[in-house]
């Protein structure tokens, strides 16, 4: 079990931190938002499963020759206060350092996501009352300001939010650009693909690739929803509304999370050739892959 330990330990710090940084600065991406998701959600899953499941498969060693043997013995042992011989310090340690990460990863997710909820539920509040219905947009809510700003605020309860401005500076195909992007943040619920990603970085903000993977994620799921709008729209139409609104958003929008604003443009005025059908099924093969080594290392070995 050592070997598999080493392992998924090398596995786990190569995911955090090389791998995240080569992905982040890869350029494919652009031509698969969705399937670029995909691989990075898979990046998290696994790199977590590895840093975690090497402490959990070095400790519990001595128990048994792989985890699922060695778990209900350890257990046994424990109850009757019995520990074998072989279990030394650094075993003891190992246990202990994944413990903490395990508390600080869930603490740390917990925490991000009461403080988001909580956030969500004031503004929701605010919104309810300062807002205004839209007959024209089922759902949507109309905020008296001049400024043009329009934003989606997620949750089992989601509104989607326009100023006065934005219907005054935008044409009505301008507006329906700007409710495709939105709706599609609602729609596929990129708040929840964000969030792990969010946590890992507050996790460990000293490891440069955890930020990366942050950055990186919240600027493909402003690809996906500038893709799906630009599907509904021409194109020019979303690109002019967006140099309207100028990216703005409060802090509290899903839209804080953005690419640069010029960056987007640039995509949509000249969209990237889409990866071959082949090789998007293979991006996420690579995704399902990657999560099934951890999963295998420590189920089976």
């Known amino acids: 079990m050592e070997v598999t330990a080493l392992s998924l330990l090398t596995l786990g710090v190569l995911l955090a931190e090389p791998v995240s940084r080569t992905l982040a600065a890869a350029s494919w991406p652009a031509r698969d938002p969705v399937g670029a998701l995909l ?94 219905p839209w007959p024209a947009a089922p759902g949507a809510r109309v905020l008296d300001h001049p400024v043009p700003v329009a934003y989606c605020l997620p949750g089992l ?57 942050q950055l990186a994620v919240a600027a493909l799921i402003e690809m996906r929803a500038d893709d799906v709008a630009a599907a509904a729209v021409p194109p020019k139409q979303l690109t002019s509304a967006l140099r309207t609104m100028g990216g703005a958003a409060p802090a509290a929008a899903l839209s804080s999370f953005t690419a640069a604003l010029d960056s987007r443009l640039h995509r949509i005025d000249a969209p990237p050739l889409p990866l071959p059908v082949a090789v998007r099924a293979l991006v996420r093969l690579a995704a399902l892959a990657l999560v099934a080594v951890p999963t295998v290392a420590l189920l089976m070995l």
Request: hydrophobic share 55%; with cysteine; proline share 5%.
């Open 157 to 213: 309860r989601s509104r989607l939010v326009l100023s006065a401005g934005v219907l005054d500076a935008l044409e009505p195909q301008g507006v329906r650009a700007v409710l495709a992007h939105e709706r599609a943040h609602l729609r596929e619920r990129h708040d929840l693909v964000v969030l792990p990603f969010v946590a890992w970085g507050a996790t460990a903000p000293f490891v440069r690739g955890m930020v990366c993977a």
């Open 39 to 132: 691989v990075w959600q898979a990046v998290g899953l696994a790199g977590g499963l590895a840093l975690l499941g090497s402490g959990l498969v070095y400790g519990l060693a001595p128990f048994g020759s792989s985890l699922p043997a060695a778990v209900p013995v350890a257990f046994d042992a424990l109850a009757d206060a019995a520990m074998p011989a072989k279990v030394g310090v650094p075993q003891v340690l190992a246990l202990l350092a994944t413990l903490a990460l395990a508390l600080r990863l869930v603490g740390v997710l917990a925490a991000v996501t009461v403080r988001t909820l909580r956030a969500r539920r004031r503004h929701r509040d605010l919104l309810d009352l300062l807002g205004t």
